[in-house]
């Protein structure tokens, strides 16, 4: 494991404790544990999670510290995310995309937005006009994409500024929307086509998207 991975733990009703002992089945508990390892392979593919299955019975004070007293309980890092129920693989797939967003830096070249923002469809348009390659993500299709764009652009504006579509980065630095992006377009691009990159350093931009 790198310093990357993020740590999941599931504490299932399961176990024993002196005299008792869990008899009956979990239903929830293999709901979730079905859950999780789906979303690992979908929405969450690509990032470091490392899951600790443990029975609760036998552990039952362990996750007490963090709120969890009703199997199934799901803690990310720290943070109790479920318990009591099947597991919502959005909750899921926030939780785990917020603490991966802390732990690594985007890389090329980004594009969050929406198919009916106008100004989404302005930003591609400087990009590929500069014969510059990026990623686009559908932060309305695609849950991941909306909770890594919130999840690295909130700590750039803050926690009360709204954040908007576009939101775009740069030689894996963030640049913001379309008016920014449209600034340092103007200027003389070379890309980089092994790379699927450019030579653009955005530098001291704005960081409001249009």
């Known amino acids: 494991m790198s310093e990357e991975t993020i740590h999941l733990t599931v504490y299932r009703w399961a176990g024993a404790w002196g005299p008792f002992k869990v008899s009956i ?19 969450l593919q690509g990032v470091d999670v490392a899951v600790d299955l443990r029975d609760w019975l036998t552990e039952w004070w362990k996750p007490l510290p963090k709120g969890g007293w009703h199997a199934p309980i799901v803690i990310v890092e720290d943070k109790m995310v479920s318990q009591g129920a099947a597991l919502n693989r959005g909750v899921l797939t926030q939780a785990v995309i917020e603490a991966h967003a802390k732990r690594s830096a985007l890389s090329g070249n980004h594009v969050f937005g929406k198919e009916t923002c106008p100004h989404c469809v302005r930003a591609k348009g400087y990009l590929d006009d500069a014969g510059i390659d990026y990623a686009y993500h559908d932060v309305v299709k695609e849950p991941r994409a909306l909770y890594e764009m919130l999840a690295r652009v909130k700590p750039i504006v803050g926690p009360k500024t709204p954040v908007t579509v576009p939101q775009i980065w740069i030689d894996g630095k963030y640049v913001g929307g379309a008016d920014d992006l449209q600034k340092i377009t103007q200027l003389d691009v ?7 990159q450019c030579s653009l350093s955005p ?3 704005g960081s409001k998207a249009a």
Not at 190 to 196: F, V
């Open 190 to 196: 070379e890309p980089n086509m092994d790379r699927g």
């Open 203 to 205: 530098g001291s931009l």
């Open 25 to 43: 089945p979990c239903g929830e508990c293999s709901l979730t544990k079905d859950v999780i390892q789906d979303t690992i392979d979908t929405e």
